[in-house]
């Protein structure tokens, strides 16, 4: 429905359809106004029915044609028909339908373009599109054409933008949705601009009808309205809600600068390598490039510039990238370095911990904290490896120079070495020859015209070769058979590693000699050598050729190895033979050198002479070498069974050498005491070594060996020898030996050499029977007796043992005299008095001591024994020498004496047993057991009674004793009258009796006055150990 013009009417759509040309017809009451007739470039029909209503009218009809017009092809318009009341014309009125180029109002559109952006890109590299997927869709009425463009004023630096390979201004069809289209999906590019900007502002991208675009040129297509649609292109926007198309800058593309890249490689013999790189993004002189330092925040996406390093080898895929450091062992990062204002940075590569080896060294730029959700290309760079050598090793010479010998003068000497050589011209290397007798050396350097030497280095070779032009006046003749040496200097490697000199000896090729040899036994003919000293061979040596210098020849003296059946060692000039020596002999010469030969190993002592060569080392007659023998040899044997003199080397045997074995090398004192004696029946167990047994028994040398070679056959006897102690002037006692064990044939004499006495194992044991040999002190040792050797030290015809003490005792130790033990006086002089046993000979004394000693005293039914050791008390004992002394502990004593007592006792008489048993000496001989009894009878003190001082002459001797010596006389001749029977004694107190020996004690008296003698506080100076002499 629509509204009327005139307010009391009303229309009302009766029917529509698209049609061509129709009629209106006019009735009463109302007028029908319907279609036209279609013209130009209308197309389609058009035919509407409508029916106005006049309140009041009658039906009335007439026809009107009206005919319309409109370019657009597609366009419909519904137009309402009006009758002018008053002046009766038409009045047209539109009503509906759809257009465009331009819309109508009051039609619908039929075209109404929508243009959206689906997604927006992520970080898009510079040297990349970034791409906006966009829809394009038409919401109008119809399907049509549409213009996809931009403005200009919004892309001020040149983006390059593309809609699926459409230029700025190309159409694009459109369906109408509403007549089944739908949106349409493309790509939308944008490429940087040629001045290559990281940032641009947003840019506004229009889509427009396309007849509109071009019908209303003579207005700016913003104007257009339905007919126009916009969306704004960015991928950034600021905290400011600022929008941006911003293009991600790619991992800074580092590249190597300076001497590093003046070539394909590079080598170095430093411990350090200065890297240069250059920052392309930092060079102001190249059009349109952004001054950009690594430091930069314009650089913000780069993390660091780092120079990484591996092998060059087959495995280099085996060999992980490692980050190079500097001088501070700290990672290399050039983003730290000074960086000048032409973008050239500089780090010290600390390279003094790596193998020698050949490395590919790359820059590496890290960026963008190695996102890993970005391209590689954002994230890291690495430029094109460069190959270096790091060699700080001279080169050195391989193997040795060719030929290594018998260099003949006019061919060329190759040296080879273990790298390639800096072998660029001029050469480096000098090479200089030293030829024996010849003053001046030649040389490669010395004249570069005309070298004496010439020089050709190619990679890891030199060769060397004589201008026999240059060397005038000397000629090749005169190089024959001379030696010479060769250096090398300023041989240089490729990272200019120097080598030292180098130097070789050797010698030139020679014309074969006419070689003549004689030897001769230095020492006299009946001159002894032992196994041990070397026996003196003269050897002349000579060229039998004329005396010409081209007759110079090398000759070798070896020993030949096929005569050597004994292993001898045949020395010359301290080397050995077996490797022949090399002599230089000119024709006519003649030289003469000492040899030496050593026995080998084994016991046999004489062997085949040797012979000995002299022989042509000319390579020139190395097929067949002109040779001469002759043989060594010392000593003529004649040979029964050839009934004549044969020549042999011969050493002589030395006197057996002989240790002891068994007790007598553990220890160097033996003592046998009566028992011990008894217990082996007088045979002492005697033991020795043969030291040299691995080159034969004592047997083997023996003169009872008729199965050695005469020469061999020296020892005489071994035997023990005896002779009493501190007798030195007394001759040695050949002891009596017994064999154990009972052999198959009895010799006259039992000695350590009589067969089968030695063991396998070089020990001999027989037995000594010292059963007629008086008890003594005796030295006694082994000794082996050889046949004496003319002309030499008489030390040579024996050997013996060191000498070992040995005492036989077979008698016990007595008492020597009466002892002095009698108890006499009061109890305070029995405490003090010390009691003494002397034996006959000397005691063993070792604690704790082995013998007992008690003393009982008893008065009627109480008794009490004392006695002495560890488990004793009471008395106090000491055993030295011969004597056994002891005293009574005075506490112990005054206690039991005071139990038995009182004040007002007078007299006592006290019982006294006293036993010594088991008393040993030295060899443990058991000395009789002693008794002694007698009673002690002695009168009781008075408390206030003081004693009688004791005579200073005599400080510790009782008043009565039962020893030899008397009681010292007073001054008038007769006894001390105050030393009586029954009186009490008193013992002085003083400070020592021996000044040289201060707080020592054992000097008989009482020295700190506590009322005991010598008693262990006494002594205050702790033992030592001093020896005058001895052995280690």
């Known amino acids: 429905l629509w509204d009327s013009p005139q307010l009391h009417a009303k229309n009302q759509d009766v029917n529509t359809e698209i049609g061509g040309e129709?009629?209106?017809?006019?009735?009463?009451?109302?007028?029908?106004?319907?279609?036209?007739?279609?013209?130009?470039?209308?197309?389609?029909?058009?035919?509407?029915?409508?029916?106005?209503?006049?309140?009041?009218?009658?039906?009335?009809?007439?026809?009107?044609?009206?005919?319309?017009?409109?370019?657009?092809?597609?366009?419909?318009?519904?137009?309402?028909?009006?009758?002018?009341?008053?002046?009766?014309?038409?009045?047209?009125?539109?009503?509906?339908?759809?257009?465009?180029?331009?819309?109508?109002?009051?039609?619908?559109?039929?075209?109404?373009?929508?243009?959206?952006?689906?997604?927006?890109?992520?970080?898009?590299?510079?040297?990349?599109?970034?791409?906006?997927?966009?829809?394009?869709?038409?919401?109008?009425?119809?399907?049509?054409?549409?213009?996809?463009?931009?403005?200009?004023?919004?892309?001020?630096?040149?983006?390059?933008?593309?809609?699926?390979?459409?230029?700025?201004?190309?159409?694009?069809?459109?369906?109408?949705?509403?007549?089944?289209?739908?949106?349409?999906?493309?790509?939308?590019?944008?490429?940087?601009?040629?001045?290559?900007?990281?940032?641009?502002?947003?840019?506004?991208?229009?889509?427009?009808?396309?007849?509109?675009?071009?019908?209303?040129?003579?207005?700016?297509?913003?104007?257009?309205?339905?007919?126009?649609?916009?969306?704004?292109?960015?991928?950034?926007?600021?905290?400011?809600?600022?929008?941006?198309?911003?293009?991600?800058?790619?991992?800074?593309?580092?590249?190597?600068?300076?001497?590093?890249?003046?070539s394909d490689s590079f080598a170095t013999n430093s411990n350090t390598l200065v890297i240069t790189m250059l920052n392309p993004n930092n060079q102001p002189n190249e059009y349109n490039n952004d001054v950009t330092p690594m430091a930069s925040e314009d650089m913000i996406n780069l993390d660091a510039v780092k120079i990484e390093y591996r092998k060059v080898s087959a495995r280099s895929s085996n060999h992980g990238w490692t980050a190079a450091v500097g001088e501070d062992n700290e990672v290399i990062d050039f983003k730290t370095q000074n960086e000048t204002n032409m973008g050239i940075a500089s780090a010290v590569w600390d390279i003094s911990s790596l193998d020698d080896f050949e490395y590919e060294v790359r820059l590496k730029s890290e960026c963008m904290d190695n996102n890993d959700r970005l391209p590689k290309k954002l994230r890291e760079f690495y430029s094109e490896p460069m190959v270096g050598l790091i060699d700080k090793t001279p080169p050195k010479v391989f193997g040795l120079p060719q030929p290594s010998a018998n260099y003949a003068p006019g061919d060329s000497h190759v040296i080879q070495f273990d790298e390639d050589l800096d072998c660029e011209k001029p050469h480096n290397p000098h090479v200089t020859m030293h030829v024996s007798e010849i003053v001046s050396p030649f040389d490669s350097f010395s004249n570069a015209v005309n070298p004496q030497l010439k020089l050709i280095c190619s990679g890891n070779l030199i060769e060397v070769q004589f201008n026999e032009d240059a060397i005038v006046p000397h000629s090749f003749d005169q190089m024959f058979g001379r030696t010479y040496t060769l250096e090398l200097s300023n041989v240089q490697d490729g990272a200019g590693n120097i080598m030292e000199t180098y130097s070789y000896d050797s010698n030139f090729e020679c014309h074969p000699p006419n070689p003549r040899i004689n030897v001769t036994h230095s020492g006299r003919s009946d001159q002894h050598y032992l196994p041990g000293e070397a026996i003196v061979f003269d050897v002349s040596l000579t060229n039998d050729r004329p005396a010409d210098e081209w007759t110079r020849a090398r000759l070798e003296l070896g020993v030949d190895l096929t005569s050597n059946t004994g292993d001898l060692s045949v020395l010359s000039n301290g080397k050995s033979l077996a490797t022949p020596q090399e002599y230089i002999l000119q024709g006519g010469e003649e030289v003469t050198t000492r040899i030496l030969i050593f026995k080998g190993h084994g016991n046999s002592l004489s062997f085949d002479p040797v012979r000995l060569f002299l022989r042509s080392a000319c390579t020139a007659d190395s097929y067949d070498p002109a040779i001469a023998h002759d043989i060594a040899w010392n000593r003529e044997i004649w040979d029964e069974g050839l009934a004549e003199y044969l020549q042999w080397?011969?050493?002589?045997?030395?006197?057996?050498?002989?240790?002891?074995?068994?007790?007598?090398?553990?220890?160097?004192?033996?003592?046998?005491?009566?028992?011990?004696?008894?217990?082996?029946?007088?045979?002492?167990?005697?033991?020795?070594?043969?030291?040299?047994?691995?080159?034969?028994?004592?047997?083997?040398?023996?003169?009872?060996?008729?199965?050695?070679?005469?020469?061999?056959?020296?020892?005489?006897?071994?035997?023990?020898?005896?002779?009493?102690?501190?007798?030195?002037?007394?001759?040695?006692?050949?002891?009596?030996?017994?064999?154990?064990?009972?052999?198959?044939?009895?010799?006259?004499?039992?000695?350590?050499?009589n067969p089968g006495v030695e063991d396998?194992?070089?020990?001999?044991?027989?037995?000594?029977?010292?059963?007629?040999?008086?008890?003594?002190?005796?030295?006694?040792?082994?000794?082996?007796?050889?046949?004496?050797?003319?002309?030499?030290?008489?030390?040579?015809?024996?050997?013996?043992?060191?000498?070992v003490e040995v005492v036989l005792d077979k008698t016990p130790a007595a008492l020597f005299g009466a002892p002095f033990i009698q108890l006499r006086g009061s109890v305070d002089s029995v405490k003090q008095e010390v009691y003494r046993f002397i034996f006959t000979e000397s005691l063993y004394c070792e604690e704790p001591?082995?013998?007992?000693?008690?003393?009982?005293?008893?008065?009627?039914?109480?008794?009490?024994?004392?006695?002495?050791?560890?488990?004793?008390?009471?008395?106090?004992?000491?055993?030295?020498?011969?004597?056994?002394?002891?005293?009574?502990?005075?506490?112990?004593?005054?206690?039991?004496?005071?139990?038995?007592?009182?004040?007002?006792?007078?007299?006592?008489?006290?019982?006294?047993?006293?036993?010594?048993?088991?008393?040993?000496?030295?060899?443990?001989?058991?000395?009789?057991d002693f008794t002694f009894t007698s009673s002690w009878a002695q009168q009781t003190e008075s408390p206030t009674m003081s004693p009688s001082p004791r005579p200073t002459n005599s400080p510790f001797q009782s008043s009565a004793s039962n020893d030899s010596s008397d009681p010292s006389p007073a001054s008038d001749g007769s006894s001390d009258p105050s030393l009586t029977e029954g009186q009490p004694v008193s013992v002085q107190c003083v400070a020592t009796q021996n000044a040289e020996r201060p707080n020592l004690g054992c000097d008989g008296v009482d020295n700190d006055c506590d009322g005991d003698i010598d008693e262990c506080d006494e002594d205050q100076i702790p033992p030592k150990i001093s020896f005058k002499d001895g052995l280690a």
């Open 649 to 753: 080397i011969v050493f002589t045997p030395p006197c057996p050498q002989i240790r002891w074995a068994g007790p007598f090398a553990e220890e160097r004192e033996m003592v046998y005491s009566n028992d011990a004696l008894v217990a082996v029946s007088d045979l002492v167990e005697v033991s020795i070594f043969n030291v040299d047994y691995t080159n034969g028994k004592l047997f083997d040398r023996s003169v009872l060996n008729e199965e050695a070679p005469e020469s061999e056959q020296r020892l005489q006897k071994v035997v023990l020898v005896y002779r009493r102690f501190g007798e030195y002037d007394s001759p040695w006692v050949e002891a009596h030996l017994e064999d154990p064990v009972t052999r198959l044939s009895t010799p006259d004499i039992i000695e350590f050499a």
């Open 22 to 262: 129709g009629d209106a017809e006019l009735a009463a009451g109302m007028i029908f106004e319907f279609g036209v007739e279609a013209h130009g470039e209308v197309t389609g029909k058009a035919h509407y029915e409508h029916t106005l209503l006049k309140q009041g009218d009658g039906e009335s009809s007439t026809s009107i044609t009206v005919e319309f017009g409109d370019f657009e092809v597609g366009d419909e318009f519904l137009v309402d028909i009006w009758m002018d009341p008053k002046y009766g014309t038409f009045v047209f009125d539109l009503a509906g339908g759809k257009s465009s180029c331009p819309h109508e109002y009051g039609t619908l559109p039929i075209e109404e373009p929508r243009i959206s952006v689906e997604e927006l890109p992520g970080p898009t590299p510079i040297d990349e599109t970034m791409l906006f997927k966009m829809g394009l869709t038409n919401t109008g009425y119809g399907n049509s054409t549409f213009i996809l463009y931009h403005e200009r004023k919004d892309n001020e630096f040149g983006l390059e933008m593309s809609f699926d390979d459409l230029n700025q201004g190309e159409h694009v069809e459109l369906a109408s949705t509403h007549l089944g289209g739908a949106t349409k999906y493309g790509t939308f590019t944008v490429a940087p601009g040629p001045e290559g900007n990281y940032v641009y502002d947003s840019v506004t991208v229009f889509i427009a009808s396309k007849c509109d675009f071009e019908l209303e040129n003579h207005r700016t297509i913003s104007a257009l309205n339905k007919t126009k649609d916009s969306v704004k292109l960015y991928n950034i926007q600021d905290l400011d809600g600022n929008k941006f198309i911003a293009f991600t800058p790619l991992c800074l593309a580092a590249e190597f600068y300076g001497p590093l890249t003046y």
């Open 849 to 928: 001591h082995v013998f007992h000693l008690a003393v009982t005293l008893s008065i009627g039914q109480n008794s009490r024994i004392f006695t002495h050791g560890s488990h004793g008390s009471g008395i106090k004992t000491i055993c030295e020498g011969r004597e056994i002394r002891y005293r009574f502990d005075t506490i112990e004593l005054d206690e039991w004496y005071t139990a038995q007592t009182s004040s007002e006792s007078t007299d006592l008489v006290i019982d006294v047993n006293i036993v010594l048993e088991g008393v040993p000496d030295l060899a443990l001989n058991r000395a009789d």
């Open 760 to 803: 396998d194992m070089g020990y001999a044991t027989l037995q000594w029977n010292v059963a007629s040999i008086p008890d003594s002190r005796y030295l006694v040792k082994v000794i082996s007796n050889c046949t004496a050797l003319s002309h030499s030290h008489s030390t040579h015809n024996y050997f013996s043992t060191d000498a």
